[in-house]
């Protein structure tokens, strides 16, 4: 549990795949050791009470019920995504697979430019992961593909544009506003700004809905591809 909490706040390729491996010696220790110390007893144990078929049986049951709760549990700390599409293009790329730290807003609210998973709200069953760009209270507006946050142009190096500076000549989404962001909602964007289905066609989320903040690449598959993208594995998400 301690290695997989931690895995959310590394940096780089190295140090996540070194606690992966760090959980894999955890995993393959406890049948390593079974084998040494059943091989030292040698044919003159003598099974102690509790060495019965029954009392093993019940501890299978106990840990399999036990389990269910336990990763339960986990996935209110930590939980793994896979990325489908190509909205939060370049920040995520299809196929990238992310860890989201679900207990980062415990403290404090979103932060303005935090890339977050929440429920979407014309369907609470999905799950979308945008970037946080308008904050409650925050008046919004959108000219010509550029942010202008309560009358002051917003600073957007991750934000992407399929036709170049400024967006595409008339594509959804590059006029809107101004707008006022209610008290505990948030506005999201993707940040390939052509290719998004975001707060400009639905508007702001709860803060309530608002599941976690996406922290690192665990795992990166191109889609259609044979290929690991090993540069990409252990990149923080900023």
Not at 20 to 36: R, T
Not at 68 to 94: C, D, E, W
Not at 139 to 158: A, D, F, H, Q, R
Request: charged residues 20%.
């Amino acid at each position: 549990l301690v290695v997989l909490l931690l895995s959310v706040h590394v940096e780089g390729a190295a140090a996540l795949l070194s606690l992966m491996g760090l959980l894999v010696v955890a995993y393959l220790g406890v049948p390593v050791d079974a084998y040494v110390v059943a091989r030292r007893s040698g044919r003159t144990y003598h099974l102690k009470a509790y060495n019965r078929w029954f009392v093993y049986v019940g501890l299978v049951v106990t840990l399999s019920l036990v389990s269910g709760p336990a990763r339960n549990g986990f996935r209110r700390m930590v939980q793994a995504y896979k990325i489908p599409s190509g909205a939060m293009v370049p920040t995520l790329q299809i196929g990238d697979h992310v860890l989201t730290d679900k207990t980062a807003y415990h403290g404090h609210p979103p932060k303005r430019f935090d890339v977050v998973v929440f429920e979407f709200p014309k369907d609470p069953e999905k799950m979308f992961v945008k970037r946080v760009i308008g904050l409650p209270g925050d008046t919004i507006e959108i000219m010509n593909g550029k942010v202008w946050i309560n009358g002051s142009e917003l600073s957007e190096p991750y934000a992407y544009h399929s036709e170049g500076e400024g967006g595409s000549r008339g594509s959804p989404g590059e006029y809107m506003g101004p707008k006022q962001i209610p008290e505990g909602s948030y506005f999201m964007m993707g940040d390939n700004r052509d290719q998004s289905y975001d707060s400009r066609f639905w508007g702001p989320v709860s803060g309530s809905k608002i599941w976690g903040r996406v922290r690192i690449i665990y795992f990166s598959w191109a889609a259609g591809s044979p290929h690991v993208r090993w540069g990409r594995i252990g990149m923080v998400v900023r």
